[in-house]
């Protein structure tokens, strides 16, 4: 399971776990971006804490500039080639989704 952990401090911690990685989906690394060890995916309390953690760190960082030729600032979707909307990150409007509304719920502390 892969996690975004924009901060370097979390990043840092992420890949110290014995067996983690940096996701390298097309063989570079994906900036910021962590595999979580095979072995911590048995421990649900421990995935549930690093992704809350990666949830919590992505949405308070700064959003990215949307990429070149798409307009800001709209709440109309943009349109593809054929016309149909595209969905995208830069004009959703909706509320945050939490990790408990998935059902991840904990009271231990996130890892330093």
Avoid: C
């Avoid at 804490?49 to 979707?77: I, M, N």
């Amino acid at each position: 399971m892969g996690v975004k952990l924009p901060d370097g401090t979390a990043h840092t911690a992420a890949r110290g776990l014995p067996g983690a990685s940096d996701w390298a989906p097309h063989g570079s690394p994906m900036s910021g971006w962590v595999l979580l060890p095979p072995d911590l995916l048995d421990d649900r309390d421990a995935v549930q804490q690093w992704v809350v953690r990666a949830y919590d760190l992505v949405r308070a960082a700064p959003a990215d500039a949307p990429p070149a030729g798409r307009e800001t600032g709209t709440d109309e979707p943009s349109q593809g080639e054929d016309g149909r909307p595209q969905a995208h990150r830069a004009g959703h409007q909706g509320p945050p989704v939490r990790p408990q509304a998935a059902g991840l719920t904990s009271t231990r502390p996130v890892p330093p």
